[in-house]
């Protein structure tokens, strides 16, 4: 075997090089030395061992392809199912229109049409007008002039209007056109995207209408509705405001708060306001007082909160207004005449009492103690018959049982005598008036004098 190249060590280095370093080593192998000896005898185990290493690596190969293939094919079908999904997902769909000098000759709509239309690219074919039918007879001149502007090579930007679905509803679509220019600048088409917009624009619409029945109440409320911002400054205000302050909306949005506020009303106010600005209460309630551009003073109930936005942090603060000055004036009118009664009522020489159906008292004048020697307090609750004297008990209680039969502030005159806390009897000229339904008094008023000297007077002369 001498003079047989050695090539065994050559195998790693061939092992990692190309096809032609493995064919040059097969090649010198296989030729004959100077002896006429064949290489393939001396070198038959180099051979076999790079056989074996060959498979071992073809194997590995293919191991190493399979799995590539595999990864690639899963790659493909997990982008192949998003790219579905996607598709699925949208519903915008895009047509397109060539153009033939300036005229369109021709439009193809793409299949996702039927998602938002309810027809079919076919059914666009077949008709050629159906993509002006479908649209809402209010809406066409709007589409048609933007049709006629890109035909012009005008770029009209995105279009809203409605479609009549195959299936009769009506539905808001936007249309977006990009046109298509030859190289001299000739419109050559042009491309749309229709997207379907109806859910926003019925959002659109519900809130407008609910914007616009919330102005109109806040316009007619009877009562003043006023928004400020958290300076006091007045933004907002609605009729009921203007007509009560005799200010104009522009006058009033101009001033704060505490300009037409009495002064130890607004201090009393900002109070209750910071509280309300921390978020410490929800709503505030008072009375105060505002200046008129004419300078009178009016008083008004406030309620006040604040409008948050969805962090919580307050956005303005609205204040529903009540006028209080006529309830007021009437409060103050009812005191003077309250007091005024009162003053009639102690100095008056005639004594007013008030009894229930059974003649109890429930309300008796200061002038009783003067006639009667009783105080109001001693006599209240207690039974007006007790006190009437026996032999006029009987026609007295058939006169009230009469009057309590009466209507409404009916009257009844009447003599009797009443006993006197001291034991004598006080000769009475009364007038009594059923109240018993009136909604504040409930009972029947006697209004009586005391006749005892002047009936004395009567019987003296009779004597003489």
Same mark, same amino acid.
């Given at each position: 075997m001498?003079?047989?190249?050695?090539?065994?060590?050559?195998?790693?280095?061939?092992?990692?090089?190309?096809g032609?370093?493995?064919?040059?080593?097969v090649?010198?192998?296989?030729?004959?030395?100077?002896?006429?000896?064949?290489a393939?005898?001396?070198?038959?185990?180099?051979?076999?061992?790079?056989?074996?290493?060959?498979?071992?690596?073809? *194997?590995?190969?293919?191991?190493?392809?399979?799995?590539?293939?595999?990864?690639?094919?899963?790659?493909?079908?997990?982008?192949?199912?998003?790219?579905?999904?996607?598709?699925?997902?949208?519903?915008?769909?895009?047509?397109?229109?060539?153009?033939?000098?300036?005229?369109?000759?021709?439009?193809?709509?793409?299949?996702?049409?039927?998602?938002?239309?309810?027809?079919?690219?076919?059914?666009?074919?077949?008709r050629?007008?159906?993509?002006?039918?479908?649209?809402?007879?209010?809406?066409?001149?709007?589409v048609?002039?933007?049709?006629?502007?890109?035909?012009?090579?005008e770029?009209?930007?995105a279009? *809203?209007?409605?479609?009549?679905?195959?299936?009769?509803?009506?539905?808001?679509?936007?249309?977006?056109?990009?046109?298509?220019?030859?190289?001299?600048?000739?419109?050559?088409?042009?491309?749309?995207?229709?997207?379907?917009?109806?859910?926003?624009?019925?959002?659109?619409?519900?809130?407008?209408?609910?914007e616009?029945?919330?102005?109109?109440?806040?316009?007619?409320?009877?009562?003043?509705?006023?928004?400020?911002?958290?300076?006091?400054?007045?933004?907002?205000?609605?009729?009921t405001?203007?007509k009560?302050?005799?200010?104009?909306?522009?006058?009033?949005?101009?001033?704060?708060?505490?300009?037409?506020?009495?002064?130890?009303?607004?201090?009393?106010?900002?109070?209750?306001?910071?509280?309300?600005?921390?978020?410490?209460?929800d709503?505030?309630?008072?009375?105060?007082?505002?200046?008129?551009?004419?300078?009178?003073?009016?008083?008004?109930?406030?309620?006040?909160?604040?409008?948050?936005?969805?962090?919580?942090?307050?956005?303005?603060?609205?204040?529903?207004?009540e006028?209080?000055?006529?309830?007021?004036?009437?409060?103050?009118?009812?005191?003077?005449?309250?007091?005024?009664?009162?003053?009639?009522?102690?100095?008056?020489?005639?004594?007013?009492?008030?009894?229930?159906a059974?003649?109890?008292?429930?309300?008796?004048?200061?002038?009783v103690?003067?006639?009667?020697?009783?105080?109001? *307090?001693?006599?209240?609750?207690?039974n007006?018959?007790?006190?009437?004297?026996?032999?006029?008990?009987?026609?007295?209680?058939a006169?009230?049982?009469?009057?309590?039969?009466?209507?409404?502030?009916?009257?009844?005159?009447?003599?009797?005598?009443?006993?006197?806390?001291?034991?004598?009897?006080?000769?009475?000229?009364a007038?009594?008036?059923?109240?018993?339904?009136?909604?504040?008094?409930?009972?029947l008023?006697?209004?009586?004098r005391?006749?005892?000297?002047?009936?004395?007077?009567?019987?003296?002369?009779?004597?003489e």
């Amino acid at each position: 075997m001498s003079g047989i190249p050695p090539l065994l060590h050559e195998l790693p280095a061939l092992l990692s090089g190309d096809g032609a370093s493995i064919e040059t080593f097969v090649r010198n192998a296989l030729q004959t030395n100077g002896s006429g000896q064949s290489a393939r005898e001396g070198n038959a185990d180099a051979l076999i061992t790079l056989y074996r290493r060959l498979m071992e690596r073809n *194997e590995a190969l293919e191991q190493s392809l399979k799995a590539l293939h595999s990864e690639r094919a899963e790659r493909e079908r997990t982008i192949e199912a998003r790219y579905r999904h996607l598709l699925e997902a949208i519903t915008d769909y895009t047509f397109t229109v060539t153009v033939q000098h300036g005229n369109a000759v021709h439009t193809k709509h793409s299949a996702n049409c039927v998602a938002i239309t309810g027809y079919t690219s076919q059914e666009y074919e077949i008709r050629s007008a159906l993509w002006y039918e479908m649209i809402f007879p209010d809406d066409r001149d709007a589409v048609v002039h933007q049709a006629e502007c890109l035909l012009r090579g005008e770029n009209t930007g995105a279009l *809203e209007h409605r479609i009549i679905h195959k299936n009769g509803s009506i539905r808001w679509v936007k249309n977006t056109p990009v046109l298509r220019l030859a190289d001299n600048g000739d419109v050559i088409g042009y491309d749309g995207l229709i997207a379907d917009i109806t859910e926003r624009k019925e959002t659109e619409l519900a809130l407008r209408e609910s914007e616009e029945r919330f102005r109109f109440i806040v316009e007619q409320s009877p009562i003043g509705i006023k928004l400020l911002s958290h300076n006091n400054r007045i933004l907002k205000v609605n009729a009921t405001i203007c007509k009560l302050l005799g200010y104009t909306e522009q006058e009033l949005t101009r001033l704060y708060a505490q300009d037409i506020t009495m002064p130890e009303d607004f201090r009393r106010e900002q109070v209750l306001l910071k509280q309300l600005l921390a978020g410490e209460v929800d709503e505030i309630e008072l009375e105060k007082r505002y200046y008129t551009k004419s300078g009178d003073i009016i008083w008004a109930n406030i309620h006040s909160r604040y409008l948050r936005g969805e962090d919580g942090k307050p956005l303005v603060r609205i204040s529903i207004i009540e006028n209080l000055t006529p309830r007021k004036l009437a409060e103050e009118a009812l005191r003077t005449s309250e007091e005024r009664l009162r003053a009639l009522m102690q100095n008056a020489n005639d004594a007013v009492v008030i009894t229930d159906a059974e003649g109890n008292f429930t309300y008796l004048s200061p002038s009783v103690a003067r006639m009667f020697y009783y105080s109001p *307090e001693m006599l209240l609750g207690k039974n007006a018959y007790s006190y009437i004297h026996p032999d006029d008990l009987e026609r007295i209680k058939a006169l009230f049982l009469k009057l309590v039969e009466m209507p409404l502030s009916a009257m009844e005159t009447m003599q009797y005598r009443f006993k006197r806390a001291d034991g004598s009897w006080a000769e009475l000229e009364a007038v009594s008036t059923n109240l018993l339904k009136h909604r504040v008094i409930r009972g029947l008023v006697t209004n009586a004098r005391d006749i005892s000297k002047r009936h004395r007077q009567g019987q003296d002369t009779d004597e003489e």
